[in-house]
């Protein structure tokens, strides 16, 4: 292994998920720019792309432009980034493990390497949590990754034309989908698909859209984050679109064939997916003594850091107490962004002597899309309270909070640019990805 070291303060981000290549980005720029820290930012791929969207990109409809190049990000925000996947941790040295990276024909591309830090941040994300249900793992795809997502994308596609392409659709049966999960993720998938096959209906794929939408859930009811009224409504949309909802029904195996509930009940399913629960990765709940809870996420304090002054954890792998509430800061994409603006101001206060930041967070509301249907939510402040939204509002409000994002990583000047190329891109490309 290849040891790197260097005389400057070494901050390395371990995921360059929403809050990862917030971080780095901010770093870079402050810290990086002036050569008064090194910023090196380790991820497992190439590209990012934010999380709330990789239901868009299962379907199919994400533009490609909305990826990130890490390296291309690096280059412009001053901080350095490396392929690999972290796979151990020595905190009396101070140093991470990365694997080695190989291709597709299990050639090694790059060789395991060993990353010194002064300052580690962990920003790994979450994975599904199958809860040990027989069959999830080998017959269920996920939407954890972007290469889950885009996976999943090809998968979708290939099952369509194997299905209806040559054949007369009126025989056929039609091609099942079954989604377990009511939370945001499922709910947004299960709107971005009947959207998608319609299309493919509409470019001649198929004479009508004939693929049948299944959402089971344990709970009685979907979407647990908004209010009963706005969960309601949403079930009411979904129920008009053609979505079978199976509430109630806990699931208990996964087959090829199709799904069993606790209740006797077997979905027939041809695409399985999986959006039932988060945790962290098993390999984080023995990373070199570090406190960990059930679920894998590293416990830290109200500033961030864990059971080591050195290490700090933030977004989905992160299990931080909130204030004032019962449980822990919950995985959403504001949390993550919330926790990357104090940790930035923290490591600029630390280099410079000064003092951690306590970490607040601030719930601005749940906002869910069913793509071009509709999108609902509320909305959270000191000065309106709680206020329900839903139409035109919501989507606008919806689509900020990814302009957010675009800016903390791009600024104000770029994000125009790409808001308005996408623009232009939308009316002239196809609206849904078939390769």
């Not at 209906?201 to 009224?229: F, M």
Request: overall charge neutral.
């Amino acid at each position: 292994m290849t040891n790197i070291n260097n005389t400057k303060h070494q901050v390395v981000i371990v995921g360059g998920g929403a809050a990862g290549l917030e971080l780095a980005t901010r770093l870079g720029r402050k810290l990086g720019k002036n050569n008064l820290a090194e910023i090196t930012l380790i991820d497992a791929t190439t590209t990012h792309i934010w999380k709330p969207l990789l239901h868009e990109v299962a379907a199919g409809t994400l533009d490609e432009s909305e990826q990130v190049e890490y390296l291309a990000q690096a280059h412009r925000s001053h901080f350095r980034f490396r392929l690999g996947k972290m796979e151990g941790l020595n905190r009396p040295s101070k140093e991470i493990y990365v694997s080695p990276t190989f291709n597709d024909k299990g050639e090694e591309l790059i060789p395991g390497r060993t990353f010194a830090y002064d300052t580690l941040v962990m920003s790994v994300g979450s994975v599904s949590n199958t809860f040990n249900i027989k069959g999830v793992a080998e017959h269920c795809l996920f939407l954890d990754t972007t290469t889950q997502a885009f996976n999943f994308q090809k998968q979708l596609f290939e099952s369509y034309l194997k299905k209806y392409i040559g054949k007369d659709s009126t025989t056929v049966k039609p091609l099942a989908i079954a989604i377990v999960g009511a939370g945001a993720t499922g709910v947004e998938l299960s709107a971005q698909l009947h959207e998608v096959t319609n299309v493919l209906a509409i470019y001649g794929l198929n004479e009508q859209s004939n693929v049948k939408l299944t959402i089971i859930e344990a709970a009685t009811q979907l979407l647990p984050a908004l209010p009963d009224r706005l969960a309601l409504a949403t079930q009411q949309q979904l129920v008009k679109l053609g979505v079978d909802l199976k509430l109630g029904r806990r699931v208990v195996e996964v087959t090829p064939e199709g799904i069993h509930t606790h209740d006797g009940e077997f979905i027939e399913a041809d695409i399985k997916v999986w959006a039932a629960g988060i945790k962290a990765a098993d390999w984080m709940k023995n990373l070199d003594g570090l406190e960990t809870n059930h679920i894998n996420q590293l416990l830290v304090d109200t500033t961030l850091k864990t059971n080591d002054d050195h290490i700090f954890a933030m977004g989905d792998c992160a299990a931080c107490v909130w204030q004032g509430h019962k449980g822990n800061v919950p995985p959403r994409a504001q949390a993550a962004h919330q926790q990357a603006e104090t940790l930035y101001k923290s490591i600029c206060s630390r280099l410079q002597g000064g003092a951690l930041q306590p970490f607040t967070y601030y719930d601005y509301g749940s906002l869910v899309s069913l793509g071009k249907y509709t999108t609902v939510g509320n909305l959270m402040g000191n000065l309106m309270g709680t206020v329900s939204i839903g139409g035109f509002i919501a989507k606008v409000v919806y689509l900020s909070l990814y302009k957010m994002h675009q800016v903390a990583i791009h600024g104000y000047f770029r994000t125009a640019l790409l808001t308005l190329s996408n623009a232009f891109r939308r009316s002239a490309y196809i609206k849904i990805k078939m390769h």
